[in-house]
C-alpha cells in the first residue's frame, strides 16, 4: 500500500464548477501536507501548503488538513479552463529531510 | 518559473548508454533534491543534499544511479548503462533550511527516453 492514496481520476467538469480532490495518507507522522498543480510536460508547482490539521483559503483555491483521519482535500471554486491540469497532493514531516511523498495525482479538465 | 533550472530539457540515448543531468538551484537554497517522475505517477523522491552532503539514498536509487552536489551549488545525476525502465521525467527541487516550511521549489524536469 502506498503511503499517500489518490484517486487518479481523470476528473472532468463544466466551467464554474466547484472542484473537490482529495488524498489519504497513512503515516501519523507526517505533518506538512501541500498540494502542487502540473500542467503537461512541466514541473509541479506550488498552490498550496498548510501545516497539521485545519483550512487554508487562496483565493479560489481552498486547502483542508483532518489528521484524525489522515484526510488531505483540495477544493477550487468558480473552476476555470486554466485550471485544466494534474493535481498533486504531497506530505512530509517525521525524520524525512523533508522529502517529499505524493500521491498519484488527479487529472483534472474543466471545458468551456 | 521557480528559479529552479535544469538541463537538457530532453535526453534521448540508447540503452546501455550514460547519461548526465544538470540542476541549478535557487542560489539561497541549501537543501536539494532529485525525484523521479513516470507516465501517470507522482514524483517518487530519489536523493537529497543539504549543501553539498548527500544525506539520504531512496531504494530506488540503484548502483547505476550517482548523484554529486560538489560545491553546494548546482549538482549532477548520473545514470550508468541505462536501461529502458530509466526512462522518466527526472525532476529536481530545493528549499531553505530555515523557516520551517517544508516547500520545495521544482525544475521543469528532464525527460529522458531510453531506446
Known amino acids: 500500500q502506498k503511503e499517500v492514496e489518490q484517486d487518479p481520476g481523470p476528473l472532468s467538469v463544466p466551467e464554474g464548477a466547484i472542484v473537490s480532490l482529495n488524498c489519504t495518507y497513512s503515516?501519523?507522522?507526517?505533518?506538512?501536507f501541500m498540494w502542487y498543480r502540473q500542467y503537461s510536460r512541466k514541473g509541479p508547482e506550488l498552490l498550496m501548503y498548510?501545516?497539521?490539521?485545519g483550512n487554508k483559503e487562496d483565493g479560489r483555491f481552498t486547502a483542508q488538513v483532518d489528521k484524525s483521519s489522515k484526510y488531505i482535500s483540495l477544493f477550487i471554486r468558480d473552476s476555470q479552463p486554466s485550471d485544466s491540469a494534474t493535481y498533486l497532493c504531497a506530505t512530509a514531516g517525521g525524520t524525512s529531510y523533508g522529502k517529499l511523498t505524493f500521491g498519484q495525482g488527479t487529472i483534472l479538465t474543466v471545458h468551456p | 518559473d521557480t528559479g529552479v533550472s535544469q538541463d537538457p530539457r530532453h535526453k534521448i540515448t540508447k540503452r546501455g548508454q550514460n547519461v548526465t543531468f544538470r540542476c541549478d538551484p535557487i542560489?539561497?537554497?541549501?537543501?536539494l533534491y532529485w525525484y523521479r517522475q513516470t507516465l501517470g505517477q507522482g514524483p517518487e523522491f530519489l536523493t537529497y543534499?543539504?549543501?553539498?552532503?548527500?544525506?539520504?539514498k531512496s531504494r530506488l536509487l540503484s548502483d547505476r544511479f550517482s548523484a554529486e552536489r560538489p560545491k553546494g551549488s548546482f549538482s549532477t545525476l548520473e545514470i550508468q548503462r541505462t536501461e529502458q525502465g530509466d526512462s522518466a521525467m527526472y525532476l529536481c527541487?530545493?528549499?531553505?533550511?530555515?523557516?520551517?516550511?517544508?516547500?520545495?521549489?521544482f525544475g521543469p524536469g528532464t525527460r529522458l527516453l531510453v531506446l
Open positions: 503515516n501519523s507522522a507526517f505533518q506538512y
Open positions: 498548510t501545516y497539521s490539521s
Open positions: 542560489s539561497e537554497h541549501n537543501r
Open positions: 543534499f543539504q549543501n553539498e552532503a548527500q544525506l539520504e
Open positions: 527541487a530545493s528549499r531553505r533550511t530555515s523557516g520551517g516550511r517544508e516547500t520545495q521549489y
